[in-house]
């Protein structure tokens, strides 16, 4: 009888420790995909901000190149001039 109580705590301790193991092997894998997704994070927030920083200089040469200055030198520069009264179609 002695065997049967000494066998199952040996079991028990197995399991046990093959709980702990398990457990602590999961913390592990927890921390690690925590990890990489704190690093995917920053690289996205750096894209993002690289992505805003590129709109606004986007932005800033669209409101250049239809700039009515601009535009109205451009059209100069072509020997383009505003259209006399007859040149306009007036549809109703």
């Known amino acids: 009888m002695g065997s049967k109580v000494k066998r199952s705590n040996w079991w ?3 399991l ?3 709980a702990a193991f398990g457990l ?3 913390l592990v894998w927890l921390n690690v995909q925590m990890v990489n997704m704190a ?3 920053k690289q996205l927030r ?3 901000q690289s992505e805003k920083t590129l709109q606004a200089k986007l932005e800033v040469e669209r409101m250049h190149l239809v700039s009515d200055y601009r535009l109205q030198e451009l059209a100069t520069h ?3 001039s505003p259209p006399v009264e ?3 179609r007036r549809i109703r």
């Open 12 to 14: 028990g301790t197995i």
């Open 16 to 18: 046990l420790g093959l």
């Open 24 to 26: 602590s092997l999961t």
């Open 39 to 41: 690093y995917d994070m």
């Open 46 to 48: 750096s894209r993002l």
């Open 78 to 80: 072509l020997g383009l």
């Open 86 to 88: 007859d040149q306009v």
